[in-house]
Each structure stands twice: as C-alpha cells, then as structure tokens.
C-alpha cells in the first residue's frame, strides 16, 4: 500500500508545472510557425505572471473566508483544465486572427494563459493537499514536481527539432538567379503529439489525484501520533533544522525540535536582505530576463541549438533541485558566487541576443556547443541558488517564506516586464533568416 502511495504522489506531482514547461521546450518548433516569431517567448513571460491572479485569489480566499474554499475542488478544477486546454491547444495553437492590423496567435495566448493558471495555482493547492499524508510522502511528491520539468525536456530531445536546411529557390524556378532561403524538415513526430502527450500526462496527474482523495480515512490516520512524526520527519529531513510550522510546536520531542534549531545559525538583517536580494535578482533572470530573449541568442545558431538549450535547460532545473536535496551548502559566499557565476553565463547569453542576427562565432559548431552549454549552466547554478535560499529561510520562519513567495513573485514580475518593451515596442533585438544572413567574419 505504501509504494502505491507513493506512486500516486509522484505522478500527482508531475500535473504541477508539466504544461508551462511543455511550451518551453516545444517553442523551437512554434515560434516558426506563429506570427510572432522570435518575440514569442517574451509573450509568454508576461502571460505567466498574468496566470498569479489564480494563486493569489485562492490566497484571498483562505485569508478572507476561512474553510469556505474546498481544496479537493480547486485541484480538481484546475486539473480538469488542464487537461482540457492542452487538447485544445494541440487542435488550435497554430489557428491566428487579425488584431490591431496584425495576424496574432489569439488561440495560442488564450489557451497558453488557463495552462499557466493551472500551473500558477497548484503552488498554493496541491502540497497543502499533500500534508495530509505523512511526510514520507512529500519528498515524493517533490520528486514529481521535478519531473513535470525532466519528462517533457526528454520528450522533447526525442521528438528532435526541424532540422533546417538553405535552399536555393532557383532550384524550383529554373534559373540561377535565386535566393537563399530556410527549409525546415519535420520532427519525428508533430506538435500536436506533443501537446496530446502533455494532456496525457495531466490526465495521470488528475488519476492520481482522484486516487489519493479516495484513500480511506483509516489509512490516513493509521500511523500514531501523526503530526509528531511529521515533524520529526520533516525536521530530520532538513538536516535537523527545526522546521517552523505555522508558529505551532509539539509538545512530545519538542527538545529535539529545539536541539535542531540550534544547529543553524539564524541569518542577520544583512543577510537577509542579502539573502532577498538573490531571490529577486536569481527569479528575475531565469523568470523573466533571458527566457524573454532565448529566442535571439540561440536561433542565429541555428535551430538544432535553440532545440537543445531549451531542452537540456528543462532537464537541468530538477537536476539541480535534486542535487540541492542532497548536497546542501548554506553558505551565504558560496551562494553569492555561484549566483555571480549563474549571472555570467546569463550575461553571456543576453550579450550574444543584443549581437542578433550576429553573434560571436555564427556558423561555426564551436558556437553552438557554447551557446548550448551557457544555457545549460546559467539554469542548473542559479536553480540550485534558489533551492538552498529557499532552505535558509523556510529554517528561519513561515513568515521568511512568505516573504521569499513575494520577493519571488516581484522579480518574476519586473524581469518580464522591463524585457517586454525591449523586445516588442523598441526591438532592441532583431531576428534574422540563418540562411540569408551574412555576418562579418
């Protein structure tokens, strides 16, 4: 019954943020075919900050109406559509209409929005579900969660990228005068299937969600004293650091709960504030800020590149959840200069977007592993900074997470929104034909 159990708690924690990761990787693909072409991904960064109006009415809810809001409803409400908007979005999410004088993926906007509603508002609803189990449970969960990343970046390595090809348009019009243009050779299997797999997945999700909803009560509570063992467990779990549970303590091995706490310094005002400095800047980066702009600095490589940065960058964030999980290093300097490192690979890939349609080595594989590489790097260092500060504040108190969700939020908010204006009012960043591009050597 308990491997059961956690079976159900890994695949319920895949539904949490499958979706917005399947658009990511899958975007080498889109963004040849939508309107908007190489802006698109900085269209999507501002839709998912839109989507927090899902977490923060449910967190209104809680805090205005106290017990009104049933949590098994909103998770099965979101869930539902979930798996109704990525079968929507696999029939419709090359379907565009004219606005403003222009063709504009409406369909693709509208769907993309209710998909990061989903996922935006299963941070606030699925693991407060989960601690109704035992703790055990919630590492597995974790795990899940880490997946919803890892899965669709394989998938997507399996589904490979359009490989595009120059062609000569003299070689159809029968002369030797023609152009050079962008042919691009389908993948192994389409965008439609891909999405069709996302819904497929968020119906496992919604399965193992009905499933651990119907679990008997008598299971639930079988394990004696199961708040003490939570937080037994769960203070073991954090390295004996004492976890702070909404303020409350248990009265049964309340000094070893004292005992962890004493383990870990708590942080001073200045570094906390240094502490949330790294969160808003780290959040800014990688929520905002360059995947806004992935688009410039990969694509002039080709599209092979852009494929495998976005796919490997997917596959690198649980990586480096689960590395933190295991390999724990709260040290304040060491987290300051992996976040200096992280930047640097950043820099790098926001520098060669400002070089678009030209950046440093064009057309030379040495390029591309670069590129690739950068990517690779500036997700894996800063999601690991993000965990371990994560850590250290969640050892401080609720409050200190509360502030941490926030400060994540605002720079969340602001990287999207200073790219935003950059990359489609002032087209700071221009975008180019691979083929017909001549680049100075």
Same mark, same amino acid.
């Given at each position: 019954m308990a491997l059961l159990v956690h079976f159900l708690a890994c695949a319920f924690g895949i539904g949490s943020w499958v979706a917005v990761n399947g658009l990511w990787v899958e975007l080498p693909l889109?963004?040849?075919a939508l309107p908007e072409g190489w802006d698109l991904p900085s269209y999507l960064t501002v839709i998912i900050q839109l989507a927090n109006v899902g977490p923060l009415l449910v967190t209104l809810m809680h805090k205005l109406y106290p017990g009104c809001l049933k949590e098994y409803i909103v998770i099965y409400s979101i869930l539902s559509i979930g798996v109704l908007s990525c079968i929507l979005l696999a029939f419709f999410w090359d379907r565009t209409t004219i606005f403003i004088g222009a063709s504009r993926s409406t369909a693709f906007f509208i769907i993309t929005f209710f998909l990061s509603l989903v996922d935006c508002t299963s941070s606030v609803t699925f693991l407060p579900f989960m601690m109704q189990l035992p703790a055990k449970y919630i590492t597995t969960?974790?795990?899940?969660?880490?997946l919803s990343g890892f899965i669709p970046g394989v998938v997507a390595l399996a589904q490979g990228v359009g490989m595009a090809k120059c062609v000569n348009s003299s070689e159809t019009a029968g002369n030797h005068t023609g152009s050079l243009y962008t042919e691009y050779l389908p993948?192994?299997?389409s965008t439609e299937v891909f999405f069709f797999i996302l819904a497929a997945m968020m !119906?496992?999700?919604? *399965? *193992?969600?009905?499933?651990?909803n119907r679990l008997p009560r008598t299971y639930e509570l079988s394990t004696e004293n199961l708040v003490q063992d939570t937080v037994v467990s769960v203070s073991s779990y954090l390295d004996n650091s004492g976890a702070d549970l909404d303020g409350?303590?248990?009265k049964n091995n309340g000094e070893a709960? *004292?005992?962890g706490r004493h383990l870990v310094a708590k942080p001073s005002v200045y570094q906390l504030t240094f502490i949330y400095f790294l969160v808003v800047w780290v959040n800014s980066a990688t929520n905002g800020l360059l995947p806004s702009v992935q688009t410039y600095s990969c694509m002039p490589y080709g599209n092979l590149a852009y494929h495998l940065s976005a796919a490997l960058a997917s596959v690198a964030n649980p990586?480096? !959840?689960t590395l933190a999980m295991f390999i724990q290093n709260r040290s304040q300097v060491f987290l300051g200069l992996l976040a200096v490192v992280g930047t640097g690979f950043g820099s790098y890939n926001m520098a060669m977007a400002a070089m678009s349609p030209c950046p440093l080595l064009h057309g030379s594989a040495v390029g591309e592993a670069i590129i690739v590489l950068s990517w690779l790097f500036f997700t894996g260092t800063l999601s690991y900074v993000k965990v371990m500060v994560g850590v250290i504040l969640r050892d401080r108190s609720h409050n200190a997470l509360v502030w941490c969700g926030?400060?994540?939020?605002?720079?969340?908010l602001v990287g999207s929104v200073i790219m935003f204006p950059l990359v489609n009012i002032y087209q700071f960043f221009k975008s180019g034909d691979f083929c017909n591009t001549e680049c100075p050597l």
């Open positions: 889109i963004v040849n969960y974790y795990i899940g969660e880490g993948p192994n299997f !119906c496992i999700s919604l *399965a *193992a969600f009905v499933a651990l409350g303590s248990v709960v *004292a005992q990586v480096a !959840c926030a400060a994540t939020q605002m720079g969340s």
